[in-house]
């Protein structure tokens, strides 16, 4: 035994503040329209807009998993603790 223990209930909190991350991420929103001014500013402006929404979409993903992740984790935690106290009080 490690003495390693988990509480669901700080996993499910940080889950909540990830979901909440990730809807602050919904909202954000990139105006794609075509820059003015010289061709070469328009173009490295387009091209920043456009690695910047695939930043926050790649950013989106990302803690869309770990917030689902950590739902899961903290349930099978939760249910191998349920189980092995089960099974200590059925002895």
Do not use: K
């Not at 602050?24 to 929103?29: I, K, S, W």
């Not at 869309?64 to 950590?70: K, P």
């Not at 191998?80 to 106290?85: E, F, I, Q, S």
Request: proline share 3%; hydrophobic share 45%.
């Amino acid at each position: 035994m490690t003495g390693y223990t988990a509480d669901p209930g700080e996993l499910a909190a940080a889950a909540t503040v990830l979901s909440w991350t990730v809807a602050d991420l919904e909202a954000v929103r990139l105006t794609t329209t075509p820059a003015t001014g010289p061709a070469r500013l328009a173009q490295a402006i387009t091209e920043y807009t456009v690695d910047t929404e695939a930043a926050v979409t790649a950013a989106h993903a990302a803690l869309t998993r770990v917030a689902t992740d950590l739902t899961h984790l903290g349930r099978a935690y939760a249910d191998v603790d349920a189980d092995a106290a089960n099974r200590f009080h059925s002895r």
